[in-house]
Each structure stands twice: as structure tokens, then as C-alpha cells.
């Protein structure tokens, strides 16, 4: 008989994660939890107080794997792969997205990770207001364009051309839709991913006049 992994926090919140991975959050109850790592609902509650306690450990599991902008390089560069990193485990972990700003008992990493962005911006010379502008548009586009990108009727990296192909707008209805399909998509090797960088630099673009204009 193969003994098991004593059960602790970091066992649940890793079975709740996989969990969610497969079945969304919808999925995540405690017993099936439990039934993920083999053992009854109620042996959970020695190690989380109940499904609002997992869900807070969730958002702070999610949080800590994003990576954290570092305090002492410059800050477009710290927030862009800050971006890309928080694009990347949003898309591996979609259910993240609805949760993340949701919860009232944020843990640890959670805070760190609010307290680190604050900080890079703020070390760089933003204000206080202009930071709290910062953090919600990046992260605006951040949340939202990951959105986007899980949401398209094709695989990301595949499919945008057979769609496309499928879908064949008449140019004499839809002039621009055409000309746009014509020009970028068909046999281009689009890929809307591509786009996630070009949009974010606009953002930071932005921030990046804002902060100059005020300290003019």
C-alpha cells in the first residue's frame, strides 16, 4: 500500500487549484477537494476554515507566481515583464481572473504583490495619485485583454486564418473588416497575442507623459 503525502495548507490549496484548472471555479467545493487528494471533506478543515479560506489562498497562490517588479530597475521595464508574467499565469489559470480582486481577506503574497507595483512606481517618481492611475490602467488592459485572448473562437497561435477564411466578409458590406483580414490575417501568420506587447507600450506610452508632465 502506497502511503500518502501527509495532508497540510499548501496540499489543499494545490488540489483546489487543480481543481479549478479543470472545472472552473464552480468546480471548487470542499469535497471535491477532498475527493482530488483522497481523503473526506471534512479532514480539509483542519488545514483551511472553509471554502471562502481556500478562495482567499487561491487568489494569494495566483499572485505569487506572478512576477514582481523590482524596486531598483527602471519601471517601464519592471512593469512590462511584470504584465507579460501576469498575462502568462492568467491564461494558464483563467478561473484566476474573476477571483483575483474579488476577495475581502487578501493573504500575504496578495499584498506584497499590490505593495511591490506601488513601490516600483512610486520609486520612480510617481505620486500617489498617479501610481493608483498607473496600476488600474495596466492592469485594466493586463485583465482585460487576457479575457479577450481565452475568449476567441480559435486556440491561441492557431486558427485566426481558417476562421477568417470561414467567415470571408463581403468587401462591398464590410470594407474595412475586409481590407483589415486582407492585409494582416490572410496567409500574414497572424496572431492576436502579437498584440498584447504593441498595446501595452501605448499604456505605458501614456504613463510615461503623464509622469514627465508632472514633473515639468
Same mark, same amino acid.
Given at each position: 500500500?502506497?502511503?500518502r !503525502?501527509a495532508?497540510?495548507?499548501?496540499?489543499?490549496?494545490?488540489?483546489?487549484?487543480?481543481?479549478a484548472?479543470?472545472?472552473?471555479l464552480?468546480?471548487?467545493?470542499?469535497?471535491?477537494?477532498?475527493?482530488?487528494?483522497?481523503?473526506?471533506?471534512?479532514?480539509l478543515?483542519?488545514?483551511?476554515?472553509g471554502?471562502?479560506?481556500?478562495?482567499?489562498?487561491m487568489?494569494?497562490?495566483i499572485?505569487?507566481r506572478?512576477?514582481?517588479?523590482?524596486?531598483?530597475? !527602471?519601471?517601464?521595464?519592471a512593469?512590462?515583464d511584470r504584465?507579460?508574467?501576469?498575462?502568462?499565469?492568467?491564461?494558464?489559470?483563467?478561473?484566476?481572473?474573476?477571483?483575483?480582486?474579488?476577495?475581502?481577506?487578501?493573504?500575504?503574497a496578495?499584498?506584497?504583490?499590490h505593495d511591490?507595483?506601488?513601490g516600483c512606481?512610486?520609486?520612480?517618481?510617481f505620486?500617489?495619485?498617479?501610481?493608483?492611475?498607473?496600476?488600474?490602467a495596466?492592469?485594466?488592459?493586463?485583465?482585460?485583454?487576457?479575457?479577450?485572448e481565452?475568449?476567441?473562437?480559435?486556440?491561441?497561435?492557431?486558427?485566426?486564418?481558417?476562421?477568417t477564411?470561414?467567415?470571408?466578409? !463581403? !468587401?462591398?458590406?464590410y470594407?474595412?473588416?475586409?481590407?483589415?483580414?486582407?492585409?494582416?490575417?490572410?496567409?500574414?501568420?497572424?496572431?492576436?497575442?502579437d498584440e498584447?506587447?504593441?498595446?501595452?507600450?501605448?499604456?505605458?506610452?501614456q504613463?510615461?507623459?503623464?509622469?514627465?508632465?508632472q514633473?515639468a
Open positions: 500500500m502506497v502511503e !503525502p495532508l497540510n495548507r499548501s496540499r489543499v490549496i494545490g488540489a483546489a487549484v487543480g481543481v484548472d479543470r472545472s472552473g464552480a468546480g471548487v467545493s470542499m469535497r471535491n477537494v477532498g475527493r482530488e487528494l483522497g481523503v473526506e471533506a471534512m479532514s478543515y483542519h488545514h483551511v476554515a471554502k471562502e479560506d481556500l478562495l482567499d489562498a487568489a494569494d497562490w499572485f505569487a506572478i512576477e514582481l517588479p523590482a524596486l531598483d530597475r !527602471p519601471w517601464r521595464q512593469i512590462a504584465s507579460a508574467s501576469a498575462r502568462r499565469v492568467l491564461s494558464r489559470h483563467p478561473w484566476a481572473l474573476g477571483l483575483l480582486e474579488s476577495r475581502s481577506s487578501p493573504g500575504p496578495l499584498l506584497r504583490h511591490t507595483v506601488l512606481l512610486r520609486n520612480s517618481g505620486s500617489v495619485r498617479l501610481a493608483a492611475h498607473a496600476y488600474s495596466i492592469d485594466s488592459y493586463v485583465y482585460g485583454f487576457v479575457l479577450t481565452l475568449n476567441l473562437p480559435f486556440a491561441p497561435g492557431e486558427g485566426a486564418e481558417e476562421f477564411a470561414a467567415l470571408a466578409p !463581403p !468587401p462591398g458590406v470594407p474595412y473588416l475586409a481590407e483589415f483580414l486582407a492585409e494582416l490575417v490572410v496567409g500574414k501568420g497572424y496572431d492576436y497575442g498584447f506587447t504593441y498595446g501595452l507600450a501605448l499604456v505605458l506610452d504613463l510615461e507623459r503623464r509622469l514627465a508632465e514633473d
